[in-house]
């Protein structure tokens, strides 16, 4: 019986990493079970981190008081995080217009 035709054909990529990182990497993936990293732990590994990387989103928090930091995470989530921030920015945006009477102790309520 032959085997059927992979519809998503794997392609070689050649990619050099600083010696550093590589040990790294190889520690992460080591079995201690094989006595080395397993047979396609590495293609494991950055298909995984691909995959994830294309399926993540970044956002700025700029808007929301906080210049310089972004979060980054499953779109998904970003896209939740992004509507609460919205939803909070406009219930404080509510909440200043009230007297803050602990701050202002004479501003009467």
Sequence with gaps: MSRRPNLDRPVRLSLKLPETVRVKLDLLLFSSLEGRVPKGGYQEFFIER????????????????????????????????????????????????????????????
């Excluded at 700025?60 to 499953?74: E, N, Q, R, S, W």
């Design 50 to 109: 691909i995959q994830e990387y294309l399926s993540w989103r970044r956002t700025d928090l700029t808007p929301f008081g906080l210049p310089g930091y972004y979060v980054a995470g499953p779109r998904e989530m970003i896209e939740a995080l992004e509507r609460k921030l919205k939803e909070g920015e406009r219930d404080s945006e509510k909440n200043s217009l009230l007297p803050y009477t602990e701050e202002y102790p004479h501003v009467q309520s």
